[in-house]
């Protein structure tokens, strides 16, 4: 069974920074793109950063300069490394992954179970 496991998340102060991690385990052929998601208290899910298998990266505009997405395949793990950390960043991330199950099968898309990220000013 594919799972996605996030850790990283915690309580920070305005300015600080966090980095988020998350693990793909289980039987898969190959993991394609990645992304992180957030979805801040009573608003709906939103894209934060996506990297591809060959590490192209975009950014939502809120984020970017600050926050940087990236990858090491070897490990199967995407981080979200997130600097200047403001209280509008105050959110449960998640993390997304495209997997193959094998050479011939489609990706599916599986998400992690969140972590909270709390900033406080």
């Known amino acids: 069974q594919v799972q996605l496991v996030e850790s990283g998340g915690g309580l920070v102060q305005a300015g600080g920074s966090l980095r988020l991690s998350c693990v793909a385990s289980?039987?898969?052929?190959?993991?394609?793109?990645m992304a992180w998601y957030r979805q801040p208290p009573g608003k709906q899910r939103e894209l934060v950063a996506t990297i591809s298998s060959d590490s192209i990266t975009n950014y939502a505009d809120s984020v970017k300069g600050r926050f940087t997405i990236s990858r090491d395949n070897a490990k199967k793990t995407v981080y979200l490394q997130m600097n200047v950390l403001r209280p509008e960043d105050t959110a449960a991330y998640y993390c997304n992954a495209h997997i193959q199950r094998n050479f011939l099968a489609s990706g599916v898309n599986y998400w992690g179970q969140g972590t909270q990220v709390t900033v406080s000013s």
């Open positions: 289980g039987s898969f052929f190959r993991v394609n793109d």
